[in-house]
């Protein structure tokens, strides 16, 4: 399944980046902001270094949210796709990024499922994963 350096991009594509190296923690977050971000039961977030990370096309067109929290999410303009995440207290040294939103395949795999206090009443988690109430 390994394909480095992933790319990924937005659904209309005018988006498009490259990640050469995913670091291991990948969380599902089931908080209220990224079920509505995403419009989905959970986000799937990925991690990588700053420096593993480029926007390769489309740059400006990403808009960005900032929530009463502080954090900042980042979508396309065009066509609304969930592009990333930031904490309030952001240090820039990692980009959290929509795993959904990579084409192909990745070597790693989810390792947790957070904000599972949050979660979709309707949607049932069914794997062995560790659940965290909040945040880790
Ligand atoms: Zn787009
Ligand atoms: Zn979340």
Not at 34 to 58: I, S
Request: with cysteine; hydrophobic share 30%.
């Amino acid at each position: 399944m390994k394909n480095t350096p992933y790319t990924g991009g937005c659904l209309c594509g005018l988006i498009k980046y490259e990640v050469d190296q995913i670091e291991p923690r990948m969380g599902h977050c089931h908080c209220s902001m990224c079920r509505k971000f995403h419009g989905a039961a959970f986000a799937t977030l990925g991690e990588a270094k700053a420096e593993n990370f480029k926007w390769l096309q489309g740059q400006d067109s990403l808009a960005s949210y900032k929530a009463d929290n502080g954090t900042v999410r980042q979508f396309c303009k065009q066509c609304g796709s969930s592009m990333t995440f930031a904490p309030a207290d952001d240090d820039g040294k990692l980009i959290e990024f929509a795993m959904g939103t990579l084409e192909g395949g990745a070597e790693l795999t989810p390792d947790a499922h957070i904000y599972v206090d949050s979660k979709a009443c309707w949607f049932e988690i069914q794997d062995d994963l560790p659940q965290h109430k909040k945040g880790r």
